[in-house]
């Protein structure tokens, strides 16, 4: 018997046999994200705010979807009112109501929760604050905050194995607006912080 022969009939039904089998990629690794929230440093004679109370409900991000680009920035943004309280892509990082005073977090981080989840591409983080007080001039004031939930639109990327935290540092200057007399609404600017 010729072994040349064999040993090529060996290769050919070899790479019969694996031109036959798919590779499955292995299962991206888990990552853990934390949400923190800070306010951002204030600038000299800013104004008389003592205490500015948010209960913070829910914070959530979004999955993407394939081949879904994603905007990266630090950057201050207007957080958007939306009525859209569907759960399909959504993740929950936070789901137990946290308050928090914005004023005690000029130089320092709170983190308000954290997640195991898999690592990939998110689009959006999702904001719901059920209720909020301001204290200004010494005096406690209802704050109004927006209904339904607020959506920043803010992509980030978790690798394998990451650990990354998001810090919403909301600008407390920006996001307060005195509507009339002793009425305060909050309109929140927030930059996320990575």
Known sequence: MNYNYLALVVVIL????????????????????????????????????????????EVSVHRASANQTIAETDEDMEATESDDTGTAGWIVVVSQPRTVDLMRLTDVSEVIGQKDMEAGTYTQIRLKIDSGTITVDGTGHNLAVPGGVLKLNRGFVLQPDETRKLTLDFNVEKSVIRTGSDQYKLKPVIAVIS
């Open 14 to 57: 070899v790479s019969v046999i694996m031109a036959g089998c798919t590779t499955t990629p292995a299962p991206a690794g888990t990552s853990t994200l934390i949400i923190a929230v800070k306010d951002a440093p204030k600038t000299p004679d800013s104004g008389t705010i003592t205490h500015l109370n948010l209960n913070i409900g």
